[in-house]
């Protein structure tokens, strides 16, 4: 690729969205087959990473995404979180401690959704600095 077109801050790569979803839907099933094989233990970067990855494996290269494709997997990342946090509840396979100790693990999912789907986001759009 050209450096210039590599510098130009307005220069976007075109997504592929199932990409995207297709890793998101492997690691949310990871996340299960480990819940449903040990429901009292807690796997507190589970949401983080499921959340996060939908915008993060849009990135093809050096160059960012859009901001509103980035948007648009966060939001999605964020929703395939709480699906498969919601799932887990009612297989009741999320019985383990929270960090806090107090309070169902599902109030400790949306937190940790919502930080992992900025982090996938902030990732997304951030793009290769070349200096000319």
């Known amino acids: 690729m050209d450096v210039e077109v590599l510098a130009n801050p ?3 790569a075109m997504v592929d969205f199932r990409r995207g979803a297709f890793r ?14 040990r ?8 949401p983080f990473l499921v959340a996060g990855a939908w915008p993060y494996f849009l990135r093809n290269g050096p160059l960012r995404v859009a901001n509103i494709d980035a948007i648009r997997a966060a939001i999605a990342g964020f929703g395939a979180t709480m699906v498969t946090a919601l ?3 009612f297989t ?4 383990g401690p929270t960090l806090w100790e107090t309070g169902h693990a ?9 930080v ?9 759009r951030c793009g290769v600095a070349i200096d000319p």
């Open 116 to 124: 992992g789907a900025a982090t996938g986001y902030r990732l997304a």
């Open 39 to 46: 429901p009292t233990v807690t796997y507190h970067l589970a």
């Open 87 to 89: 799932v887990l509840v």
């Open 10 to 12: 307005e220069r976007v």
């Open 24 to 37: 998101t839907g492997l690691i949310a099933v990871a996340w299960v087959a480990l819940a449903l094989w």
């Open 106 to 114: 599902m109030l400790e999912v949306v937190p940790i959704a919502l």
């Open 92 to 95: 009741d396979a999320m019985r």
